[in-house]
């Protein structure tokens, strides 16, 4: 059997199983999660690997669920093909989950579809008797950053340390054993085709920002107050001010939000609390940008004469995709979609942990159509099942023949020519060393 015959018969076998993976994939969209609180689709992710045999390790930063799947024509390289549980909150979406606000308003329930679907071909089409190496299918928490303050409480109580997903699995060691690794991200975007590749994305730094002033009566004595809500407002017009001074090439984001603003009317507010990030191309022009900010935030302080509170965690690195994966990529792609559907994708100015990964091994985050709407819209809906779903399960199984066939001779290719730019604990250290709690009183 060719690699190539071998492909087909996986895919054979992912679309014998294409109405259960999609159903998976709805399932999931219906039962949105926030990050680290993924309960029920951590559960539903562990009770298919053991349908498939697999012996599923669950509960890994919090929620994550993995299990290894064994090639059986020798030793080689761990190849990890991932899939994201979580939902973000997005106002207005109609599928929102009304308790929490929780929507799949990204496609991460697409992920998990797509991951599953992969793992169904590969070991139902037999392709692990002729494949060397490992593959660990990775089920992994919390890749949008929100939830901020529930996240740095977790943190303080020692649950966490670091506040999104992967870096919390990179922490704990459950990426130690892997070599390289790779996810494929539905998209909405019509510019980016049906399939196609990014060059890279930005990384950012979270921020959290609390103003003290005093409280008094608003209508009665307001001149015994000081307002934190004007602090924090001439605060975020200082950071409004500043952004001309941002070169274009950095592509440096700050969008902050006010997540409280008062007690209530009739009392100076005496505490505002604001959240952002600071998003750029390069961790250099990302800690540039963090300056700035810091400082037109103590601008607010300083006219009001108020206190001002700045917490910075460290966020997510930039992301750079592995070129040699890119191109056996883009064969499976075009075989799959037409080469005419086919993008390559420039620089995209979000922000993912997979960069995080990206800093120690290389890795790959494809995207791949079938939504429409705005990504975190409330418009933001799946409307080609197939394409969303299956498609990205066969291209993420084709993947990993490509990458472990013969000897794992792909992987090994890649191994040979990626250079990480940091070690797994230098990573750990500059995450770290970015953390920092300052108190600037006006």
Same mark, same amino acid.
């Given at each position: ?10 895919? %054979? ?62 030793s080689g390289p761990t190849f990890a093909v991932l899939g994201e549980l979580d939902a973000l909150v997005v106002a207005g979406h109609p599928e929102s989950d009304p308790q929490t606000g929780a929507a799949h308003a990204c496609g991460h329930n697409a992920q998990i579809a797509a991951m599953l679907g992969a793992a169904m071909g590969l070991i139902n089409a037999g392709a692990l008797d002729r494949l060397a190496g490992r593959v660990a299918f990775f089920a992994v ?107 274009? %090439? ?20 005496? %505490? ?171």
């Amino acid at each position: 059997m060719t690699k190539d015959e071998l492909k087909r018969r996986v895919w %054979e076998a992912i679309d014998r199983r294409g109405t259960e993976i999609i159903g998976l994939g709805e399932q999931i969209r219906r039962h949105p999660e926030l990050g680290f609180k993924e309960v029920k689709t951590a559960r539903l992710v562990e009770e298919t690997f053991k349908t498939l045999g697999l012996a599923p390790r669950a509960g890994l930063a919090l929620t994550g669920v993995r299990a290894d799947a064994e090639g059986r024509a020798g030793s080689g390289p761990t190849f990890a093909v991932l899939g994201e549980l979580d939902a973000l909150v997005v106002a207005g979406h109609p599928e929102s989950d009304p308790q929490t606000g929780a929507a799949h308003a990204c496609g991460h329930n697409a992920q998990i579809a797509a991951m599953l679907g992969a793992a169904m071909g590969l070991i139902n089409a037999g392709a692990l008797d002729r494949l060397a190496g490992r593959v660990a299918f990775f089920a992994v928490p919390a890749e949008e950053y929100g939830d901020i303050e529930w996240r740095v409480n977790q943190a303080r109580a020692g649950k966490l340390e670091f506040l999104g997903g992967k870096p919390e699995l990179l922490r704990l060691g459950h990426f130690d054993d892997v070599d390289l690794a790779m996810m494929i991200h539905a998209t909405s975007r019509p510019e980016d085709g049906k399939a196609g590749v990014p060059g890279s994305n930005n990384g950012c730094i979270v921020k959290t920002v609390r103003y003290l002033g005093r409280a008094a009566h608003a209508g009665g004595a307001p001149h015994l107050g000081i307002n934190a809500l004007y602090a924090a407002q001439i605060g975020l017009a200082a950071i409004n001010a500043i952004r001309e001074t941002f070169r274009d %090439e950095d592509t440096i984001r700050v969008h902050p939000i006010i997540t409280h603003g008062g007690s209530q009317v009739n009392v100076i507010p005496g %505490e505002v609390r604001i959240e952002t990030y600071v998003r750029g191309k390069t961790v250099e022009a990302i800690q540039d940008a963090n300056r700035k900010v810091d400082r037109a935030l103590r601008a607010g302080a300083l006219a009001l004469g108020a206190t001002v509170e700045i917490e910075t965690l460290p966020g997510y690195m930039p992301m750079t995709c592995d070129a040699t994966m890119a191109r056996a990529f883009k064969e499976n792609a075009t075989a799959l979609v037409g080469e005419e559907h086919y993008r390559q994708i420039g620089h995209r100015t979000g922000s993912t942990d997979m960069g995080d990964l990206s800093m120690v091994m290389p890795v790959l985050h494809p995207y791949v159509g079938g939504a429409r709407g705005t990504g975190h819209g409330a418009d933001y809906a799946i409307v080609d099942k197939p394409l969303a779903y299956l498609v990205p399960a066969k291209a993420l199984a084709a993947m990993a023949v490509d990458l472990l066939w013969e000897g794992a001779t792909g992987a090994r290719e890649v191994l040979a020519r990626a250079t990480p730019p940091m070690t797994r604990q230098q990573y750990l250290a500059f995450q770290r060393g970015l953390a920092k709690r300052e108190t600037y009183e006006g």
